[in-house]
């Protein structure tokens, strides 16, 4: 008899905490596969051949043709030493792009939060790939200012870089992410 009313009690549970464990389950899920995507991919690369993967390269390069906007001495040049590539601003080398650089880790962490939080799944769909295309852009935008800012401000490079500019990475993902649970997400269905 007591090892009934456990099961009534852990059901009881179940029940109560229902959407909360659905949710745990869609964000580890999500957030497992797509890293486990991701390591895979990062993985056709040599990094003991100092390699660079093709999103990294990108980001660099997308963030070379923001700053020529600004300056027309800013390039990009591999690495010869370690898995990056430096940026140049004003002639100058102010910042190596790593893989961490890209925001595609970000980009998961977003991804599983949606999913986690889903809505119908066209709108779901449409939002994460219009917020992934956001959080390209402002990464970019980021290390572009950032760029600028190290050149300008060397003594606050640490903070600059630890601080401030995750920050605003960050700060946009979490605007999404409020968007899409007040605006979008079943969660925000069943509030009206």
């Known amino acids: 008899m007591h090892k ?17 464990l659905i949710f745990l389950a869609k964000f580890f899920g999500t957030y497992l596969l797509l890293t486990l995507v991701y390591q895979t991919y990062l993985g056709t690369y040599d990094v003991k051949k100092f390699e660079v993967d093709g999103v990294t390269q990108l980001v660099a390069q997308n963030t070379k043709q923001l700053l020529t906007l600004v300056d027309s001495q800013s390039y990009t040049k591999p690495n010869l030493t370690e898995p990056c590539v430096n940026l140049y601003y004003h002639d100058t080398w102010v910042a190596r792009i790593i893989e961490g650089c890209n925001a595609l880790s970000v980009m998961i962490l977003f991804v599983s939060f949606i999913v986690a939080f889903s809505g119908k799944f066209k709108t779901t769909l449409i939002y994460i790939i219009t917020g992934v295309i956001l959080i390209y852009f402002f990464n970019v935008l980021r290390i572009a200012l950032l760029c600028m800012a190290v050149f300008h401000f060397k003594q606050y490079k640490e903070v600059l870089h630890d601080v ?18 007040n605006k979008f997400s079943e969660y925000a269905k069943n509030k009206v």
């Open 164 to 181: 401030i500019f995750p920050l605003f990475i960050y700060g946009i993902v979490f605007i999404l992410w409020i968007i899409w649970v």
């Open 4 to 20: 009934f009313i456990k099961i009534l009690i852990l059901k009881d549970y179940y029940i109560e905490y229902k959407p909360f």
